[in-house]
């Protein structure tokens, strides 16, 4: 079973940067694939970015890809989300999500993939 914690959210101006960061419990990190999601006001919770288990292999939503970049240090049991160029669409609380069940990217871009979600952290871009 892991436990997640999300940190690094927080209020910053159009075109700046950020990097969200996922502590995770246990000592089987590298065997969970992992993702991010956010979910804005009044909108459901979306796919952001997802790294899978075995291979190393990530992918992106179309909205962020180019900007954001999802990695993962399996030794600090660490997930992170480095976000760029952000723009006020970006508001929203982000959360960490990880699985064993599933491999596919394709399944793994959809939150029923996931059985362990952090709590959320808050990102506020400003124009």
């Known amino acids: 079973q892991a436990q997640l914690v999300e940190s690094g959210g927080g209020l910053v101006q159009a075109g700046g940067s950020l990097r969200l960061s996922c502590a995770a419990s246990g000592r089987t990190f590298s065997s969970y694939a992992m993702g991010w999601f956010r979910q804005a006001p009044g909108k459901e919770r979306e796919f952001v970015a997802v790294t899978v288990r075995i291979g190393g292999s990530t992918a992106y939503a179309d909205s962020v890809n180019g900007r954001f970049t999802i990695s993962r240090d399996n030794a600090k049991n660490t997930l992170y989300l480095q976000m760029n160029s952000l723009k006020p669409e970006d508001t929203a609380v982000y959360y960490c999500?990880?699985?064993?069940?599933?491999?596919?990217?394709?399944?793994?871009?959809?939150?029923?993939?996931?059985?362990?979600w952090g709590q959320g952290t808050q990102v506020t871009v400003s124009s």
């Open positions: 999500a990880a699985t064993r069940r599933v491999e596919t990217v394709t399944m793994l871009r959809t939150t029923p993939a996931y059985d362990y």
